[in-house]
Every structure is written in structure tokens, then in C-alpha cells.
């Protein structure tokens, strides 16, 4: 159990399978200091910010890709501080396999496909893989940006899911602001992806958190074909000198894209906490 669940799953587990993080009621919570200035609750005001604009892992990624601050003795630390500070009180993402996301559209509703926003900014090409839901689809339809929306059933969201997982996309679920809340599944081509670079050009750990598994191989079953290899976007699976595919736990992400590339079904993904090198890793 990662801390983000010690702290948020309240007897369901994990933080993203509570249901409180899908309800109308926490999302639209007002604080004290709101209600004295009779202002809209923060995740309201940020996410209409967010709808107008660039959200700011996007920020942070173009103002690296600048300068590399985090390479910098010493700057390098306070940036990955400030980062990891940020992306909890804001908007971040933890990988989550298939069969996570499946439960997560159980939890949610009013499923709603947009453009991915990191793609649109890096190539200028539109692709219908962030699925939100609500609440935030309600702000989404009144911001200005005219973003096109595709509505789906649960069980289009579902086999969206589903041709996602084939197509080698990463599932990540993002928090708002405050967790468990929980807004969008995105499926990322994360070399494309402002909340993945962050983590893996940066080590901005909090930006995009790994999943509550790691991937394990069954070597006797492996028949050394290395669709696995090339399906892996972390670089956490190779071939050895046996032509038998090895997981390295450090540098696995827990997504499950390998598993679902393996014919021989030699991939399956254990948890995270109990592994003796990966249970430290987020
Ligand atoms: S987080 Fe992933 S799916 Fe979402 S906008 Fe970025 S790359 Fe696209
Ligand atoms: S896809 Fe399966 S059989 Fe092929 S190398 Fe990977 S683990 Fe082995
Ligand atoms: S080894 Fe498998 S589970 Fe781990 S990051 Fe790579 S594709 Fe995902």
C-alpha cells in the first residue's frame, strides 16, 4: 500500500478505488476561508484554470527543457522538491494497470473522451485518449477552450480501456487537488507525456507515481520472443544472455503493458509492497 492509499483508501484499498473521490460532494467542498470570501471551492477555481490554460506539470517540463535545472547540484534538489510539493496539492498521476482502470469506471460516471493535451502541445495532433469523468466533465463543457467531447457508455469506456491497453498506451489515474479525489484516466504515450517527463527525465517522483505492482517473468514459460521488450516504455524489461526476459524492479512502473504483449502469458504482476526491491520505489 503506498502512502497515498495509507493515507486516502479508507478501507477500499487503494486511494483511487474510494468512492468519496468521485462524489459531487467532495469535489464541490467549501473551506472555511471560502466561505468567509464567498468564492467557489479550490477545485472548482483551479480546474477552470486548468480548462483555459496549460496545466503546470506542462509548466515545469518547458521550463526544464529550457535549462535542465534539474541536473544542477543543489538547484537540481530544490526543483524536484518543489515539484514532488506541487504535484501532491495539485494535479499528478499514479500508473494503474487495466484491471484498476475497469473498477475505476465502475466508480465513476458521465465517461468523456478529450484530446490528449500533451500530444496537442508536442505535435500538434489531436488523440481521444484522456478519458475524464465527473465532476470535472461539468466544468470541461463550460470552459472556453471549445475542446470537441466524446461521451461514451460504461462499456465504451470500458473497450476504449481495453484498445488502449493493445495499443501500448499507459494507463495513469490523476488526483485534483486534494486526494482521493480523482478526475481522468489517461492513457499516455509517455515520451509525449508532461505529467510522465517530469518523473522520468527529471525524477520528480510525485508527478507520475508508480502503480501498486511490479511485473514478474515466468522464465520457463518465456520463449525468448521480445514483444515484451519492445512493448515496455520504461526500458524495465530485456532479454539476458539466456534469451529469457528479466523485469528489473527498480525500473518498473507496474503498468502491465508487458503482460498483455506475452503470448506464452509468462507476465503477471504481483504487489508492489510485498517485493523485496520495488516496495521502496513510487
Ligand atoms: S497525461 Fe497522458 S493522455 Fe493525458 S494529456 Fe498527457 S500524455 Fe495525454
Ligand atoms: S513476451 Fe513473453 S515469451 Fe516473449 S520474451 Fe516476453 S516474457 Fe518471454
Ligand atoms: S516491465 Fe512491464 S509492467 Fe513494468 S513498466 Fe515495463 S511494461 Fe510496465
Known sequence: MCKFCKMHAQGYGKWYLNPKGFSEEFFYKLSLLDRILGREPR???????????????????????????????????????????????????????LEDALKIVDLSHDHTLYPCMCKRLFKGQDEYKCLNYAPITEINRKATRGWKEKKLSPEEAKEKLQEFEEKGFVHAVFWWC????????????????????PRTWYGIENAYRKSEYVSEVDIDKCIGCGECVKRCQFGAISLGKDERARVDPKLCFGCGLCREACVQNAIKLTDRNTHPLARKIW
Open 178 to 197: 486534494e486526494m482521493p479525489q480523482s478526475i481522468c484516466i489517461c492513457n499516455c504515450d509517455t515520451k509525449y507525456c508532461y505529467a510522465a517527463r
Open 43 to 97: 477545485k472548482v477555481r483551479d480546474a477552470k484554470v486548468v480548462s483555459e490554460s496549460a496545466w503546470y506539470p506542462i509548466r515545469i517540463s518547458k521550463m526544464m527543457d529550457e535549462v535542465n535545472w534539474s541536473s544542477l547540484p543543489f538547484v537540481g534538489h530544490l526543483v524536484r522538491m518543489y515539484g514532488n510539493y506541487v504535484a501532491i496539492r495539485g494535479h499528478a498521476a499514479q500508473v494503474v494497470p
